[in-house]
């Protein structure tokens, strides 16, 4: 995690927001050598999680195609 000085943070605020955002890293802040603060990535909440993942996991195989193999739904043990 970067550490930043607070009148460092200061002069660069806009160009580390937007580091931030790209990246993903957060970078501490410290006043007289203390952490005070964390700026981090915004992420917003989804309203539901529905489609939360779409576009995000793919299959290589064909899901629907029907399978080569015969089984038979009445004979299976648990």
Known sequence: MQTIKASEFKAK???LMDEVSQTGQE??????GKPVSILKAYHSIPETLFGM???KVRSKDDLIAPLDTEW????VTS
């Open 53 to 55: 993942h779409a576009g």
């Open 27 to 32: 970078i501490v802040i410290t006043k007289n």
């Open 13 to 15: 605020c806009l160009h």
């Open 72 to 75: 038979d739904a009445e004979n």
